[in-house]
Antibody, heavy 123, light 110 residues
Framework: QVQLQESGPGLVKPSETLSLTCSVS????????WTWIRQPAGKGLEWIGR???????NYKSSLRSRVTMSLDTSKNQFSLKLSSVTAADTAVYYC?????????????????WGQGTMVIVSS | QSVLTQPPSASGTPGQRVTISCSGG????????VYWYQQLPGTAPKLLIY???QRPSGVPDRFSGSKSGTSASLAISGLRSEDEADYYC???????????FGTGTKVTVL
């Protein structure tokens, strides 16, 4: 069974960089694509971007200038960096696998999710 | 502000059928697959429907999805108390090249 676990600082200061890691067990990160989603308290889901097993990326258009995603195949982990954060970036951040189907553009099911990690942006 | 619009709430009594709509456009629902996610209180979302109407293994057949043109819907038949959750539709949007989620619908079992 695939399991994902997010980790990282729960508190980030405004203007700094938010850094999260998603550790994957039960599967190789080179076999699938992966994604990050966030959810502000009491609000809906927001897709942040997708990381292909090749290392290429596809980011949400409005976040593109601040987002970086990368793979660490030696640790079977992938990461998210979001720069110049503000209070608006306060949210629960989830990592998930793009699986079940071929994962081609437009055919992307997020079939396994981490439990989520809360990140608060505050001085 | 999401490009996929859902009603904020829906409700029904146990055993009833509830339908949730998801309205989009030609660049998203009209040209790509629709997905549905269920989020129980305090938990991570769970994939409920993929490729418009397919259920992953383990999802009861009480849940069904459909798509027509630029709209999609999720139906829950034989409503149960454990179905009380938030439901989100999702799809790729070709104009934005983003994967977009719907605004979400809270289902209450009366």
């Amino acid at each position: 069974q695939v399991q994902l676990q997010e980790s990282g600082p729960g508190l980030v200061k405004p203007s700094e960089t938010l850094s999260l890691t998603c550790s994957v067990s039960g599967d190789s990160i080179t076999s699938y694509s992966w994604t990050w989603i966030r959810q502000p308290a009491g609000k809906g889901l927001e897709w942040i971007g997708r990381l292909y097993y090749s290392g290429s990326t596809n980011y949400k258009s409005s976040l593109r200038s601040r987002v970086t995603m990368s793979l660490d195949t030696s640790k079977n982990q992938f990461s998210l960096k979001l720069s110049s954060v503000t209070a608006a970036d306060t949210a629960v951040y989830y990592c998930a696998r793009v699986g079940l189907t071929g994962g081609y553009y437009g055919d992307e099911a997020f079939d396994f999710w981490g439990q989520g990690t809360m990140v608060i942006v505050s001085s | 502000q999401s490009v996929l619009t859902q009603p904020p709430s829906a409700s029904g009594t146990p055993g009833q059928r509830v339908t949730i709509s998801c309205s989009g456009g030609n660049s998203n629902i009209g040209s790509n697959y629709v997905y549905w996610y269920q989020q129980l209180p305090g938990t991570a979302p769970k994939l409920l429907i993929y490729r418009n109407n397919q259920r992953p293994s383990g999802v009861p057949d009480r849940f069904s999805g459909s798509k027509s043109g630029t709209s999609a819907s999720l139906a829950i038949s034989g409503l149960r108390s454990e179905d009380e959750a938030d439901y989100y539709c999702a799809a790729r949007d070709d104009s934005l090249t983003d994967y977009v989620f719907g605004t979400g619908t809270k289902v209450t079992v009366l």
